[in-house]
């Protein structure tokens, strides 16, 4: 019976090892999915802050060059 007993306390050791690697690893993609996230949100920050400087520049340009044509 104590066999048997071993056995069954060294498989349930392995499942909870198991469990507890896969819940490091879902753990570990949840926090890359999340720096991914954030570095896209960043870019994408980025890209509109860049197009709302350029906007008033052009405005400046089209401005002079009427100014000049007058």
């Not at 980025?46 to 401005?63: M, T, Y």
Request: glycine share 0%.
């Amino acid at each position: 019976m104590s066999n048997l007993r071993r056995v069954l306390e060294r498989q349930q050791k392995e499942e909870e090892e198991i469990r507890r690697r896969r819940a490091i690893e879902d753990q570990e993609a949840d926090e890359e999915e999340e720096e991914m996230f954030a570095a896209t949100m960043c870019m994408l920050n980025q890209s509109r802050q860049h197009c709302r400087r350029r906007a008033p520049n052009v405005d400046k340009r089209r401005e002079s060059r009427v100014s000049r044509e007058i």
